[in-house]
């Protein structure tokens, strides 16, 4: 094929914070087919994650920020369609930054993996087996270093994220208390997720739960929010905890940062760690977490939920879901054939 | 002998942050002489530190605040003059917690260390080899991990922990910056103690200055501020940055704890580690670092300043100067015979 039919969801406004309906905008385009060394990919899934409030933004971050009229940066599972790439054929199932487009033609250094799972749904290469998955992994058990019977806190607990962490927490002998929002996502929690014991943070003092449910302190801390409920996990911290940040979900503005307690007398007291963490660093070692994720759900000791918005319409207004806590597991964008 | 007529300075009343001269009073007193297992010793001088800050005050802290009306602790070099214990011999000189007293009678345990560098003076067993020195050694070496070419950044640069930091980053083939107050001590910083650049918080734009000094980002931060000053450095962290939370000499109060700008976002951009640091966490090696610290002494590559405060009369205002920042050197009280 040489010219596509395509379409593709665009960044038409800056956003100051989280990216909402009405910073993006449909349009239909004519893209060129793949040349040597290149792929043309349909897509079948695109993820909604928290990072993509950082790339729509114009602010210091581990990649530029999305230029404006430019196809929304996100990562996408698809089926090759073309390849002109000896490493790829037609059908091979491929995750990478493929943005909000139903087609994509891209080299194929943007794959980031093919998809060797067929006994499993497609879709969990964004979730439980893609970055979520190894984000939790990486995140928890190389910075965090959970040992046997310590206590592990996470918020966003029910997230894509967060309830993988609570359950390889729990895989590896730990105590996990999970923060969430609703009764809904406190439920899923204990029941789907395994956690001993979760604190609603809508309704619940934080740091007394925190107390109460952590006796001996919180040996180790996976934080999505960076906000009030870390504040409240800080005041409870056991000797040499470790604490991940692996998302500012509380910080809905940078510039200029927002303030709070300054933490540092907490962290010196317990000689905590605070650390921040990102997946992609880890590429090297994506194969090793995925093969034991993967293993992990065909034993039944890793379970997910995902909550799939059809049709690219949905996009523009799905980034906000995961700041309204709306989502009630990993949230993709159904892109139809 | 039974009983020795003793001189201190007690904790009179309880200060809520930094301890001022109205806080101790001195007394006149007569202590029992030292049992089975216990030594007598003559104090030499008495160690000013920022933690005695914390020990003053009642508030969540690695040691129980001191009681009112208790000599107020503090580190100590003195002489044993009478000892029943087989570990130390009349004339031996030890250091410990001997608190604010012309006599001490402890158990054995309470010393620290047998000083048995007898051809440097004994107060730096109070210094740059006695706590500050192993302080900076281990908050360094650990904790921040320089590598060569990297470049240190120092807050209280020309301080008794501080100045010994940036040696030994620079005995380790790092581009030092310190931070410090006055021309006096700016200029002490590059002649004497070989910062390859000086930021003066009372005079400059420091957050300016760091991207000045510092272009390639800052990879190692050892913090004893944790307030403007450590926001300031925190704008410009190079990937993989690592920061000791050494003191908190900014904090004046932390009950409720200050507020600040919250640097979860630029810890997760920079993957920078933020980590508390307590010295006697590392005791056992202790040796290790008296050990090389002597030897850089003696070398002529580490040195040092003290600023003595003649007389147990200027105990109870010396705290203070450490915070008003009016020393020039280790502070000390040296106890007249």
New interface residues.
């Given amino acids: 094929m040489n010219q596509i039919a395509d379409q593709r969801v665009v960044l038409s406004s800056r956003p100051k914070g989280v990216p909402r309906a009405e910073h993006f905008s449909i349009e239909e385009c004519i893209i060129e087919g793949p040349k040597s060394g290149q792929v043309l990919i349909k897509n079948e899934y695109w993820s909604i994650d928290p990072a993509m409030r950082g790339w729509a933004n114009d602010a210091?971050?581990?990649l530029p920020p999305v230029e404006l009229g430019a196809p929304m940066r996100s990562f996408a599972v698809g089926r090759v369609v073309e390849s002109h790439h000896g490493d790829y054929q037609a059908g091979d199932i491929v995750t990478g930054m493929f943005n909000w487009q139903t087609y994509t033609v891209c080299d194929a250094s943007v794959i980031d993996r093919k998809v060797d799972d067929g006994d499993l749904p497609n879709s969990l290469a964004l979730g439980v087996l893609g970055l979520n998955g190894v984000t939790a992994y990486f995140g928890l058990l190389d910075i965090c270093d959970p040992q046997e019977g310590e206590t592990v806190v996470v918020s966003t607990a029910a997230g894509s994220v967060g309830s993988v962490v609570g359950q390889i927490a729990k895989i590896k002998g730990c105590r996990t208390v999970g923060i969430t929002s609703s009764n809904e996502k406190a439920q899923m929690c204990v029941e789907q997720f395994g956690y001993d014991a979760v604190i609603r943070y809508t309704h619940d003092n934080v740091a007394d739960k925190i107390r109460q449910y952590c006796p001996n302190g919180v040996d180790c801390y996976f934080?999505n929010t960076?906000?009030p409920i870390?504040d409240a996990v800080m005041t409870h911290l056991a000797m040499g905890a470790r604490i991940t940040?692996?998302?500012?979900a509380s910080?809905t503005d940078?510039d200029?940062?927002?303030?709070?307690?300054?933490?540092?007398?907490?962290?010196?007291?317990?000689?905590?760690?605070?650390?921040?963490?990102?997946v992609l660093?880890h590429r090297e070692r994506y194969h090793e977490a995925f093969a034991q994720l993967a293993t992990w759900v065909r034993e039944g000791s890793l379970t997910y939920r995902e909550h799939i918005l059809d049709g690219i319409d949905k996009a523009p207004a799905a980034i906000q879901m995961l700041y309204d806590g709306t989502n009630t597991g990993k949230l993709l964008v159904r892109v139809p054939d």
């Fill in positions: 210091p971050n581990y934080d960076c906000g870390s940040i692996c998302g500012t910080l940078w200029p940062l927002p303030i709070g307690p300054r933490n540092h007398r907490q962290l010196l007291v317990a000689r905590a760690r605070l650390q921040g963490f990102l660093d």
